[in-house]
């Protein structure tokens, strides 16, 4: 029900050769040898795109507006350098895949293969397979999620439907609120779809329901138009903050009343440390929120499967928006996660997971407790990050390629801001190496940091304007997909 089979494009509507009238012009043309002959002239021959762009990139002119906020950052040469194995990495956010039993997994894929195969290797649903769907009502049902499979809609990872929501409501020069700091990957696409992104605001308990108040009365009174709060309410990649249960229903309420819709992306909810996972804010308002989720954190991000929840009619937007992108999700990746769930104890496997990322989370604290008394951090209740600031005086990304001389990378706080702030901030996460390697990693850490203090002692301050470290006030650069 509710789904659309595709046709394939080669069968519904076949291919029609291209006419003249597609940009090309006949006129008399003059060979090398001076010979005169009626030739087809096509626009990148002699067009003023060819003659505006530059020796290295012709087609520098050609670009749409939108690719103006899609920059790289200069960081990313280090993050190559990064993933050498002498380098302990606390930048990346990468789940700790050898702790799933790939034996399991590998004659659960061959058994899938065996006797789903045509279905697998086949085009499938653009809204994504009825029987996963199904099956993500039991894994959201454990944040207190009541839903209907048919308003679910299977993407390729939780970044698509983050693409594909922004793609259905931003048009240029619309608002998006979220915290700050907020997911990289995230502000990557609100700049692709060319939003202006609102930092609100946000404490240890998460976004501050007083500032976001503010924020919007501020943002409404200068004639703004304000589509949606991103929010990352558990475990916050990169702030490893929750949001306070009290303070849920309030951030709901204001963006209710405002007409706000709440885009809430949840990827670690299931890898809190303590207790019952957290009930999430779709459980709170069936209307005013798209929920987000992932099968990245909690099995496989190789397998590229995440999910939309969204009310009725935005659901359908969203499917329209998926079709035209991808046509469909991967049939293949969906049924190795259906599965997966089914034959394999998925929930004793995220038990596996908390622990381990328990344990790592505590080595990194002990550490940070031991070795940077002069720093402060977040203590995150589960997920995969700290988020660190450093000293007064120090910058972050100017001591990076210091860290990674001495053998450790982190991700320096601007990334994960909108307006070019974060300098003294710094992102480390606790997900991949082993403790003892998050023990090394943090004394290489606390001694480049120690070292930056001793230079800031000698010579004063950073200067950012002198180039180097500084950082532009607009448009989001990403680390590297990977990294975030
Ligand atoms: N949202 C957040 C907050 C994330 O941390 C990530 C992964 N780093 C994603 C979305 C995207 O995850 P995926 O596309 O693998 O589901």
Redesign the pocket.
């Known amino acids: 029900m509710g789904d659309s089979y595709h046709v394939p494009y080669e069968t519904a509507y076949p291919l029609v050769p291209a006419t003249p009238d597609d940009g090309e012009r006949r006129r008399v043309m003059t060979d090398p040898a001076g010979h005169h002959h009626l030739g087809v002239e096509r626009p990148q021959d002699s067009g003023p795109n060819r003659s505006h762009g530059s020796r290295l990139d012709p087609w520098m002119q050609s670009y749409a507006q939108r690719t103006a906020g899609m920059t790289t950052s200069e960081i990313r040469a280090l993050f190559a350098v990064a993933s050498r194995p002498e380098i302990v990495s606390l930048a990346g ?1 990468m789940p700790y895949l050898s702790a799933l039993p790939m034996d399991t997994v590998a004659a659960t894929v061959a058994q899938m293969l065996a006797t789903q195969g045509l279905t697998a290797l086949q085009y499938g649903s653009g809204q994504g397979d009825p029987t996963l769907r199904e099956q993500i009502l039991e894994v959201m049902a454990l944040e207190g999620i009541s839903a209907h499979a048919d308003d679910i809609v299977v993407t390729t ?4 439907a ?1 693409d594909l929501v922004t793609r259905v409501f931003i048009d240029p020069g619309d608002v998006v609120l979220t915290e700050a700091p907020s ?1 990289v ?2 502000l990557g696409v609100f700049a692709a779809y060319q939003a202006q992104v609102a930092h609100v605001t946000s404490d240890h308990d998460g976004l501050v329901p007083q500032a976001l108040e503010e924020r919007i009365l501020g943002l409404l009174a200068t004639g703004q138009r304000i589509k949606f709060l991103y929010t ?1 309410p558990n475990f916050h ?1 990169p702030a490893g903050t929750t949001l306070s249960l009290q303070r849920r229903p309030q951030i709901l309420e204001i963006c209710q009343r405002h007409g706000i819709l709440v885009l809430e ?1 949840n ?1 670690y909810g299931l890898l809190g440390f303590d207790g019952e996972p957290i009930a999430a804010m779709r459980s709170l308002s069936e209307e005013g929120v798209v929920y987000l989720g ?1 099968f ?1 954190k909690t099995f496989a ?1 190789g397998l ?1 499967v ?1 999910w939309a929840l969204a009310p009725h009619a935005v659901r359908e937007k969203l499917v329209l928006a998926s079709e035209s992108a991808i046509l469909c999700p991967s049939a293949y990746s969906q049924m190795t996660v259906s599965a997966y769930l089914s034959t394999c104890d998925w929930k004793a496997q995220i038990k596996v997971f908390r622990e381990l990322y328990r344990e790592r989370r505590d080595a990194m604290i002990e550490s940070l407790s031991a070795l940077l008394p002069q720093a402060s951090w977040t203590h995150p209740e589960g997920g995969f990050y700290v988020w660190l600031t450093l000293p007064d005086g120090l910058n972050a990304k100017a001591m990076l390629p210091r860290a990674v001389t001495e053998r450790v990378a982190y991700v320096p706080g601007t990334a994960f801001f909108a307006d070019g702030t974060g300098h003294r901030n710094v992102r480390l996460s606790y997900c991949y190496p082993d403790p003892d390697r998050i023990r090394e990693g943090v004394r290489r850490f606390a001694g480049v940091v120690q070292t930056e203090l001793d230079l800031l002692e000698t010579f004063g301050p950073y200067d950012a304007s002198a180039g180097g470290g500084g950082e532009s006030t607009s448009g989001v650069q990403s680390p590297a997909p990977d990294l ?1």
């Open positions: 956010g990872g939780s970044q698509h983050l997911y990957g995230a990352v990649n992306d990827p992932t990245s991000p590229r995440g975030s």
